[in-house]
């Protein structure tokens, strides 16, 4: 059997940019392909923070859609916008290369660095970092794809906005005014996309297994499990870091308040081929050190 697997994406620059990855990937297989955008909830509606909007996967929701009607055959996203538990019939099929894992500051100038500033980000989890380390700064909330928040950031009296590196890197709009955050733990499996599919589309499901990378596999893996135990998503300001380094898996997950003046942190290191339930493990401890109780505080404050 052989047919057009037709490749189901946002219509942002950035996922049309992972679509085309995918794509030129499957092509130099041998496979036929065809990029089909859909706009999603979540670029639709840009006056709400995400956590107000009540549904988890916004920016996977309508190509889920597309996907069961039949409209699509694949879906590419960016990984940490995907809910850890996929609607039923649809399968992680690959997960290609990571790239940068981390968050940027885009600023003005850095001089509020050491008095009082305001930084703009639609995350609670880059807010709850941020205000843990800077508790006099105030922290608003900014929505859109990655060129129109730069563009608020420059239309605002802001003095930065806080940014996924790989976004910025694989469309290169990377500015030279930014600095790496590399005491901010990033999201779970940021900076890796991922390629679902129908679990009865054994064609097209075959075709995107051969792009998988196992070592972003595992560590998106371990990171989307402790992000799960925790119940996460976009509800809570959850982070969480794994790297296979000489064959040990290296692991930093941390949960903080909303306003970043509680963080709970856990570090291990386990041999790489242990992974399986190891992200569990991570996140049991937090919750067992206080984390249960957060939780509850932080579904309280967002209710």
Known sequence: MSKTIRIGTRDSQLALWQAHTVQDQLEALGFTTEIISVKSTGDLLLDKPLYELGITGIFTKTLDIAMINGTV????????????????????????????TQDILVYKDLD????????????????????????????VDIRGNVNTRLQKLEDNPWNGAIFAKAGLERIEVLPPNHIDLDWMVPAPAQGAMV????????????????????TTDICTYVE????????????????????????????????????????????????????INFGKLCAQEVLNNGGKELMVEIKKELA
């Open 73 to 100: 055959d694949i879906a590419v996203h960016s990984m940490k916008d995907v809910p850890t538990r996929l609607p039923k019939g649809i399968v992680q099929s690959a997960v290609l290369p990571r790239a940068n």
């Open 112 to 139: 509020f660095l050491k008095s009082n500033g305001t930084i703009a980000t639609g995350s609670l989890r880059r807010q709850a970092q941020w205000l843990h380390k800077y508790p006099s700064h105030k922290v």
């Open 195 to 214: 390629v679902v599919s129908m679990e009865n589309d054994a064609f097209s499901t075959e075709a995107v297994r051969k792009l998988n990378d196992s």
């Open 224 to 275: 989307r499990e402790f992000l799960q135990i925790l119940e996460g998503g976009c509800t809570a300001p959850i982070g969480a870091l794994a790297k296979i380094e000489q064959d040990n898996l290296n692991f930093e997950g941390i949960l903080l308040s909303l306003d970043g003046k509680q963080k709970l942190m856990v570090k291990k290191s386990i041999p790489a081929n242990e992974y």
